[in-house]
């Protein structure tokens, strides 16, 4: 009898633990329906997104490279216009992605827990606002769709990398 109180005490708190447990959330897509789908999708592991580069032209985003960690993920986009780059500060996450799109996003705006705005691109078409669904989390990798130009993005949520020694 004190075996089956134990047990059902055990699956209880571990159910309860993976119902807390869950914190990842995804956003998108925001922008067109062309293009050849990409996704960062593993990159996360190398750690939290230390850096962003884009790369604009007078009318839209045309492309996107993310280094996670110490790693960049592949270049997604065209060739045409201007690369930006921009570093977190350590500890520093993207905690709100904001932009505008018509047929391709023209406009990406990366919010950081250190109160920063990093902009990039320019402001017309129809306006998105993404938030992680779960407090407490942050950008972990980005997906979405390209061609010669960003398409569509999409944001995907989860909490900060526990493990961050080599961050």
């Given at each position: 009898m004190?075996?089956?109180?134990?047990?059902?005490l055990?699956?209880?708190?571990t159910?309860?633990?993976a119902?807390?447990?869950?914190?990842?959330s995804y956003?998108g897509?925001y922008?067109?329906g062309?293009g050849?789908?990409?996704?960062h999708?593993g990159?996360q592991l190398e750690?939290p997104i230390?850096?962003?580069?884009?790369?604009v032209?007078?009318?839209y985003?045309?492309?996107?490279?993310?280094?996670?960690?110490k790693v960049?993920s592949?270049?997604?986009?065209?060739?045409?216009?201007d690369l930006?780059e921009?570093f977190?500060?350590?500890?520093?996450?993207?905690?709100?992605v904001s932009?505008?799109?018509k047929s391709y996003?023209r406009?990406?705006?990366?919010v950081?827990d250190k109160?920063?705005y990093?902009?990039?691109?320019?402001?017309?078409?129809t306006?998105?606002?993404a938030?992680?669904?779960?407090?407490?989390t942050?950008l972990r990798?980005?997906s979405?769709r390209?061609?010669s130009?960003?398409?569509a993005?999409g944001?995907?949520w989860?909490?900060?990398?526990?493990?961050?020694?080599?961050?």
């Amino acid at each position: 009898m004190l075996a089956t109180v134990l047990l059902v005490l055990l699956c209880a708190s571990t159910s309860a633990n993976a119902i807390q447990a869950r914190a990842s959330s995804y956003n998108g897509e925001y922008g067109g329906g062309g293009g050849k789908r990409f996704s960062h999708s593993g990159l996360q592991l190398e750690g939290p997104i230390t850096a962003i580069r884009v790369r604009v032209n007078r009318y839209y985003i045309v492309g996107l490279q993310v280094r996670y960690g110490k790693v960049w993920s592949d270049y997604v986009g065209g060739k045409s216009g201007d690369l930006e780059e921009i570093f977190l500060h350590p500890g520093e996450s993207v905690i709100q992605v904001s932009g505008k799109y018509k047929s391709y996003l023209r406009k990406l705006v990366f919010v950081t827990d250190k109160g920063r705005y990093l902009p990039f691109g320019k402001d017309t078409g129809t306006s998105f606002n993404a938030l992680p669904l779960y407090p407490n989390t942050v950008l972990r990798f980005i997906s979405g769709r390209s061609g010669s130009v960003i398409d569509a993005i999409g944001l995907h949520w989860d909490n900060y990398p526990s493990d961050c020694s080599s961050c």
